[in-house]
């Protein structure tokens, strides 16, 4: 069985040569969310062995309607605080609503209304991973 400074050490090894091997141009990217998992150091390595750490902010929807659209679940979430973002996850072939969605408030606590008072009103949400 191989330790974790092993499987760390490993996996630095092996991010080491995918690097040196393919080296794409570099550019700039946007910090991370807040609330989202920035690997801590493992980089995605152990994949099963952590837990993932859920969103301060952003809500996963399911049990949409075909019809819905971002504009909807603007309209469902929007009494409980700012939103930063909404997307309704469409079929590519259909463009109908797969069924599931996202939206990402400005605060923990307006997410966190929002999931309490959707899932009392029967809207299966949760916070997004």
């Known amino acids: ?5 092993e499987a ?7 991010k080491n040569d995918i ?4 080296a794409p141009p570099p550019q700039p990217m946007a910090p991370p969310s ?3 998992t920035g690997g801590g150091g493992h980089g995605g390595c ?10 301060k902010t952003n809500l996963y929807i399911r049990g949409l309607p075909p019809a819905t659209t971002d504009q909807d679940l603007i309209k ?14 469409l079929d590519k072939n259909t463009n ?6 996202f939206v990402d408030f400005d ?4 997410a966190q209304k929002a999931v309490a008072s959707l899932k009392a009103s029967g809207v299966q949400a949760q916070m997004a991973k």
């Open 1 to 5: 069985m191989v330790s974790l400074v």
């Open 8 to 14: 760390d050490a490993i996996c630095r090894l092996v």
């Open 19 to 22: 690097q040196q091997s393919y």
């Open 34 to 36: 807040p609330g989202t």
């Open 46 to 55: 152990h994949g099963g062995g952590l837990m993932e750490q859920l969103s």
């Open 76 to 89: 469902l979430c929007q009494p409980y605080g700012k939103i930063v973002s909404t997307k309704a996850i």
């Open 96 to 101: 109908q609503c797969k069924g599931y969605g």
């Open 107 to 110: 605060s923990p606590a307006a």
